[in-house]
């Protein structure tokens, strides 16, 4: 209700200062947030459009409209904001992020998240987040090589079960032996993160590596 009393008032004539911000696409986009937190989504969805036609602060509108039309499962439609975000603005960390987990929601966008991740790494190379989403992306589309090369940095510097357990899956299709779990903690999680990714690969009908993969297990049980 205050967002749309701003919206209301906010074109006439003050004899006070005001807050330059309610000039910009900030009261579209607090009141299209909270439309959308209500779950008015058609409501919400015309706030973030009409907050689009402004100038100012468009950006962090841009990057929660994506969200919203992800959550609204409308993935192809959140991404055009976020490609219009990082077109003049490549070191958005955050419109990077949202992108690649976006692209890796379902294996029908691995070729895109393979484009996407690998700009990605161009502007923002350093970012954790942006560097799993770009080792996941190879693990899946079976370059297990480079991904294992990136699954080993991230897992010396995070030391997270899903980074062992991608190192090690990456390695067993490689046919390397050279990382494992330290504890019986480490490897109870591991063992569940394997799990998983193996049911992404399966996903992603990535069939070598998990044929190469099954080879190599199967020989080690020998």
């Not at 907050?51 to 959140?78: M, T």
């Not at 190379?125 to 480079?146: F, G, H, K, N, W």
Request: hydrophobic share 45%.
């Amino acid at each position: 209700d205050q967002m749309r009393q701003c919206l209301a008032k906010r074109g006439q004539r003050s004899l006070s200062p005001i807050n330059r911000d309610i000039l910009t696409a900030a009261p579209h986009h607090c009141l299209a947030v909270s439309l959308a937190n209500l779950g008015k989504a058609a409501e919400a969805e015309k706030s973030f459009q009409a907050g689009l036609k402004e100038l100012d602060h468009v950006d962090a509108l841009r990057l929660d409209y994506a969200r919203f039309l992800f959550e609204q499962k409308r993935a192809v439609d959140a991404l055009h904001p976020l490609n219009e975000i990082v077109a003049h603005d490549p070191r958005n960390v955050m419109a990077w992020r949202l992108g690649g987990q976006i692209a890796l929601s379902s294996s029908e966008f691995l070729e895109f998240a393979r484009d996407w991740t690998t700009e990605a790494m161009s502007h923002v190379p350093d970012d954790v987040i942006v560097l799993t989403q770009r080792a996941e992306v190879l693990m899946l589309s079976e370059d297990t090589a480079t991904a294992r090369t990136l699954w080993e940095k991230l897992w010396n510097s995070a030391r997270k079960p899903q980074m062992l357990a991608a190192l090690i899956l990456c390695e067993a299709a490689e046919g390397i032996v050279t990382y494992k779990p330290e504890d019986n903690k480490d490897e109870i999680a591991a063992s569940r993160s394997f799990i998983e990714w193996y049911q992404k690969l399966f996903a992603a009908h990535a069939q070598k590596t998990l044929t190469r993969v099954m080879e190599r297990m199967a020989a080690r049980s020998e």
